[in-house]
């Protein structure tokens, strides 16, 4: 009778662990599916956030641009082009002004260099119409040193997709091509929609913003140079 009983209770513990093996087994399976699974999840996150220089572009970007076209808008100003219509309150949780002065007011080379110390590596130069306006008409963004620029005539520099200029004297703007027209500021018409000029060092107030010109003693529209908080 001991005998049976010692041989049932080695039966039971071998059957015990048995399944306790089993168990073991199912549960390496089941890790090493999920295991494989979350390698699958981090393979496509690294897929939607690679950045493809060839496209200047990624997956993510592009669901993005998508889903909401003021990311769109902000993510082409970023990267450097010349925008329109750009709504502030998009901006303003990241960009504080650091220059919001009517039209009419007369900039000077000296006082936008001395914005540089307010600067952080990136800045906006914009033209909204009037002090409580919540869209930015005309926006280019641009390395804070453009504030420091001492450009000839008619001689923009390249930044991005963004032709910059600051010639003493002069005028203070931007361009989407390499031609214009400084005959103090800039006149030119071609894609004129994209162009802002601002007068320097006491010929007058700004110019233009886009197609608006003569704008020299307008106090309605604002000269604005933002950077980020």
């Not at 002069?170 to 004129?192: K, L």
Request: a neutral charge; hydrophobic letters at 35%; aromatic letters at 10%.
């Amino acid at each position: 009778m001991d005998g049976f009983k010692l041989i049932q209770k080695y039966t039971t513990n071998e059957k015990n662990y048995i399944t306790r093996i089993n168990n073991l087994e199912e549960a390496i399976k089941r890790l090493t599916i999920m295991t494989k699974e979350n390698l699958r999840k981090i393979e496509h996150m690294k897929t939607e956030f690679q950045w493809d220089d060839a496209t200047d572009t990624s997956h993510l970007v592009h669901i993005l641009r998508l889903t909401a076209p003021q990311s769109n808008m902000y993510l082409s100003l970023m990267n450097h082009n010349i925008e329109q219509n750009i709504p502030y309150p998009f901006l303003a949780e990241h960009w504080t002004p650091v220059y919001n002065e009517p039209f009419d007011h007369p900039t000077t080379a000296e006082e936008l260099g001395s914005l540089i110390s307010q600067c952080k590596k990136e800045i906006i130069v914009a033209a909204a119409e009037k002090s409580t306006a919540t869209v930015l008409a005309l926006a280019a963004c641009g390395p804070k040193d453009i504030l420091q620029l001492n450009t000839k005539k008619n001689q923009p520099v390249q930044f991005g997709n963004v032709y910059w200029y600051l010639t003493p004297k002069f005028s203070f703007g931007f361009s989407p091509t390499p031609n214009i027209n400084q005959s103090i500021i800039d006149t030119e018409d071609e894609q004129g929609d994209k162009r802002l000029s601002w007068f320097l060092d006491g010929f007058s107030g700004g110019y233009r913003a886009g197609t608006k010109k003569k704008l020299n003693d307008n106090r309605n529209w604002r000269k604005i140079i933002l950077t980020l908080k």
